[in-house]
């Protein structure tokens, strides 16, 4: 059954990441996705931003989770967001 916390724990930590491919699909694609990455790594002032438009993915995942009714997942996946909010923090006020 897909309607666990854990699950969604792994929902909201493998969310970013799509989220993350997504944002190079919409504004990126003259470049070569590892030369996105390495744009990515070396712009030390856009990286908290990327991330925090990554974080919109897992935003899509958590409503769908809640109008499917799987509140265990939908728990899961805001656990597995706020992992990442250290992250973030440190990203936007570290450049």
């Known amino acids: 059954m897909v309607k666990k916390t854990s699950t969604g724990i792994l929902f909201g930590l493998i969310g970013p990441i799509i ?4 944002y190079y699909l919409m ?7 590892l030369y996105y ?9 856009k990286q908290g931003m990327i991330m925090s438009m990554s974080m ?6 958590f409503f769908v989770a809640l109008k499917i009714n799987w509140l265990n997942t939908a728990r ?5 967001s706020l ?5 973030i923090i440190w990203l936007k006020f570290s450049a």
């Open 19 to 22: 989220g993350f491919w997504c």
């Open 27 to 33: 504004h990126f694609t003259e470049y070569e996705p």
């Open 37 to 45: 990455f390495k744009l990515f790594l070396l712009n030390k002032g």
């Open 56 to 61: 919109l993915f897992n935003g899509l995942l």
């Open 76 to 80: 899961g996946i805001l656990i597995g």
């Open 83 to 87: 992992i990442y909010v250290p992250l």
